[in-house]
């Protein structure tokens, strides 16, 4: 198996792990998105996630998530190949899939010790802000501007190609 496949794990095994990574004094952080079309933002906000803590979990949204969230025709990319190839970034620990529209029920579950989320976020806009404020769960903004985002490569394929698929 692969190592990056290794990392892909459930939320229930996952919560079988964590205690003994706990006993070590590790801190747990917390990353999530829909990562359709890698590119550069999603290494250095994964990058930065990581430096907040000792162990990196990052929960990706499950393809009927990201169609609900980014519309038809998305995801470009089935969750499977999107939780394997974030597992394949060397700073992320464990990637599980999540099928609800945020992460709240995973950061009661989780408890981790931050909640890392991307610069398209303020601490006032983190839509789980609440439940982590409740859990004493400290929010951290992480990664470079917002200047990366898969629409955008998405527009720039498109018009590259014509609109038309190119081999």
Known sequence: MRESAAKVTTLADLMRVLPEVRSRGARVVLANGC???LHVGHL????AARDCGDVLVV?????ASVRALKGPGRPLTPE?????????????????????PDVTGILKELRPDV??????YSADTVPERHAARELGIRVAI?????SHATRDLIRLAAAATGGKESR
Not at 115 to 120: E, I, L, S, V
């Open 115 to 120: 909640h890392a989320k991307g610069t398209d």
């Open 35 to 37: 990562f359709d079309l």
């Open 44 to 47: 250095r906000y994964l990058q």
């Open 80 to 100: 499977h190949e999107r939780a394997e190839l974030v597992a394949g970034f060397s700073c992320v620990d464990f990637v599980i899939v999540f099928k609800e």
């Open 59 to 63: 929960a990706i949204n499950a393809d």
């Open 142 to 146: 992480t990664g470079d501007a917002k």
